[in-house]
Nanobody
């Protein structure tokens, strides 16, 4: 019943920009923390960015800090990942994920729902 659908992936040149979107449906509560993960072939899945249900707290992996921005629009049930100054190392399948918010901020903790992913390929 819960679905997370990503979009916005594609081919982009190094230094360019891309915005990923994740539309959520079926979530019975607005108090969900959201995260963006990525996984490249031969590499482990990594958390790229996360945002608290309130939007007041965020997390970024060091590799993307200063280049990527996570945001959310609860009225549209959508979370975004704005990717600027992309690098070939950013090439990966990007998935969004959701979890019911806890009383604390634990962006690395287990997520309950996952999207199918969208491919981002950065050419040099």
């Amino acid at each position: 019943q819960v679905q997370l659908v990503e979009s916005g992936g594609g081919l982009v040149q190094a230094g360019g920009s891309l915005r990923l979107s994740c539309v959520a449906s079926g979530l019975t509560s607005s108090r969900y923390d959201m995260g963006w993960f990525r996984q490249a072939p031969g590499k482990e899945r990594r958390l790229v960015a996360a945002i608290r249900w309130s939007g007041g707290r965020t997390y970024y992996a060091d590799s993307v800090k200063g280049r990527f921005t996570i945001s959310r629009d609860d009225a549209k049930n959508t979370v975004y990942l704005q990717m600027n100054s992309v690098e070939p190392e950013d090439t990966a399948v990007y998935c969004c994920a959701a979890k019911l918010s806890s009383s604390g901020w634990y962006p690395f903790n287990s997520y309950d729902y996952w999207g199918q992913g969208t491919q981002v390929t950065v050419s040099s």
